[in-house]
């Protein structure tokens, strides 16, 4: 199976900066999209920004120009750079990674999410 660690979330001020970090793992066979979703208290989770396996960005109105996701595909890891940050950016990240997995009674892309990493932005 596989698995998605992510790291780079914490404490910063606003209009300071964080880097996230997803990391898969696991028997991979073929990573398509993957992506940043985000999750504040009392709200329902939210997309941050994806990217395509031919790294086509899409990003969250509220994120535009100050966010920018990318992706190693031989470290097989998706990040998520965040600048300018404000306080309605605090929220829990999660990795979300769409993988082929040719088992099964249905082959084809399946998608995982990562255990979520705390951002916390101070003003």
């Known amino acids: 199976q596989v698995q998605l660690v992510e790291s780079g979330g914490g404490l910063a001020q606003a209009g300071g900066s964080l880097r996230l970090s997803c990391v898969v793992s696991g028997t991979i066979f073929s990573i398509g999209d993957m992506g940043w979703y985000r999750q504040a208290p009392g709200k329902l989770r939210e997309l941050v920004a994806t990217i395509t396996s031919g790294s086509r960005t899409n990003y969250a109105d509220s994120v535009k120009g100050r966010f920018t996701i990318s992706r190693d595909n031989a470290k097989n890891t998706v990040y998520l750079q965040m600048n300018s940050l404000k306080s309605e950016d605090t929220a829990v990240y999660y990795c979300?990674?769409?993988?082929?997995?040719?088992?099964?009674?249905?082959?084809?892309?399946?998608?995982?999410w990562g255990q979520g990493t705390q951002v916390t932005v101070s003003s």
């Open positions: 979300n990674v769409d993988h082929f997995w040719p088992y099964g009674s249905s082959p084809g892309y399946v998608e995982v």
